[in-house]
């Protein structure tokens, strides 16, 4: 097979999460733990951490790469899903995975898939874990999936584990209370590994805190470690950050190039991240970590957080799809100047639709919409329940012609936003 052939086989033979839902869940590691024996156990030849949670976890992914790259590791790094490019799933010093390994992969693992039928994801990983071993990683950041328990890169042992956040998302999967969701995300604290909990809330914070004391491993809450009050937007589009801890301001002008205000709570669990790799003896300066920060998007590749696409009218796009995210967005949207807003809005019909309906600004013109994936809502449908949660606008049958329509009505001065669904961004988002 060809490198085309190879992704045909990846996305139509293999079920994919992201593109069917419930029908290529597994809820358990037997098919992850098959690849790993066939593989000889590659996960066991770098060192990594481990990063789970409901929103965040893609940022401080890509954050604490960014720094580690800085420091000169050869850094690992997987994430999901992709956006533009199957590749971006697996990168080595921000370098995506090259085509012909994807392909060379792909034919060794024929007979492993025939046999016990693994689903995309559960390929994926370990198509990462396989490259990392191969490439000689010096240490890999890995995200879950979806959970933590049950993810496909649960088999790892890390360095240290970090939950980012706790909210409801999949919860048909993971449980309809937050207590449940964190019993599940918190599966990836292992023994006598330390875990870092950027977000702490009532309801999760003593699953955590059990979790980790039957398992001897040490808790740091990076929100009593760290602290930011707010931030400020440079006029080249930077965002600056002043972290303070104990009283004291510790990183002055900290410059981030990913400008989503919410980056201020994805950026303690990072420093604190950092602090625990540096009391393990890894060499990160204060150089390295404003380095790594502040070239976050060119160093990993990340795109799609507050990510802005166009000026005069100001286009922004953020694959944030759960009601925290949303909420997080829609505050950023508020306190960004513009005279009308257009928000170019589609989702998948596995969400909790009317609910997030409800969080969007009622003042804005809609322009409802589907990505081209069996997952996602057929735009009458959405906006017929848009209309019902008091929001207008129209529905066009592609994320295209609604980003058209939406350029088509928008004056220099207005704002359009683009998202609802990781799927609605990366079909909006600019070949870079």
Not at 127 to 132: E, H, P, T, Y
Not at 220 to 236: C, G, K, M, N, V
Not at 256 to 261: E, H, I, Q, V, W
Not at 291 to 314: C, F, I, Q, S
Request: overall charge neutral; some cysteine; proline content about 5%.
């Amino acid at each position: 097979m060809n490198y085309r052939e190879t992704l045909e086989f990846l996305y139509n033979s293999l079920p994919m999460f992201q593109r069917t839902g419930a029908a290529a869940y597994k809820a358990n590691l037997d098919n992850t733990h098959a690849l790993d024996d066939y593989f000889g156990h590659p996960h066991r030849k770098f060192r990594c951490i481990h990063i789970a949670g409901t929103n965040g976890k893609g940022s401080v992914s890509h954050t604490l790469a960014a720094v580690l790259q800085s420091s000169g590791y050869r850094t690992g790094l997987y994430t999901s899903p992709h956006l533009k490019d199957f590749r971006e799933r697996i990168r080595i010093n921000g370098e995506l995975i090259p085509e012909e390994d994807v392909v060379s992969f792909i034919e060794d693992a024929k007979n492993i898939i025939e046999k016990i039928q693994p689903s995309f994801f559960e390929i994926t990983v370990m198509m990462a874990f396989s490259f990392f071993a191969r490439q000689d990683a010096d240490i890999a950041v890995i995200e879950t999936g979806m959970g933590g328990r049950l993810d496909s890169t649960n088999i790892i042992d890390p360095l240290l584990s970090i939950i980012t956040n706790i909210g409801p998302d999949h919860t048909r999967f993971l449980g309809d209370t937050l207590d449940k969701i964190a019993t599940e995300k918190a599966g990836i604290i292992k023994p006598g590994r330390p875990v870092i909990i950027s977000e702490w809330l009532p309801e999760t914070g003593p699953v955590f805190e059990k979790k980790a004391a039957e398992n001897l491993s040490a808790l740091t809450r990076a929100d009593r470690r760290y602290h930011i009050d707010y931030s400020t937007l440079t006029p080249e589009r930077y965002q600056t950050f002043h972290v303070h801890s104990g009283g004291k301001t510790v990183y002055q002008g900290l410059v981030s190039d990913l400008t989503g205000m919410y980056q201020r709570k994805n950026i303690p669990a990072v420093l604190s991240a950092i602090d625990i790799l540096r009391e393990m003896g890894m060499n990160i300066t204060d150089d390295a970590i404003y380095k790594g920060v502040a070239n976050v998007r060119k160093m990993t590749g990340l795109r799609g957080r507050w990510e802005e696409t166009g000026y005069n009218p100001l286009m922004v796009c953020d694959a944030a799809h759960n009601a925290p995210g949303i909420k997080e967005v829609v505050r950023q949207i508020m306190a960004t100047p513009h005279r009308r807003l257009h928000m170019v809005w589609g989702m998948v019909s596995d969400k909790d639709v009317e609910g997030i309906l409800k969080l969007l600004p009622t003042e804005a013109q809609y322009y409802f919409t589907k990505a081209d994936i069996p997952r996602a809502m057929d735009e009458n449908d959405l906006h017929k329940k848009a209309t019902a949660a008091g929001l207008h606008g129209r529905a066009y049958p592609d994320v295209g012609k609604a980003v058209d329509a939406a350029r088509a009505a928008a004056s220099p001065n207005d704002m359009i936003f683009i998202g609802g669904s990781t799927f609605v961004v990366a079909e909006a988002l600019p070949q870079e």
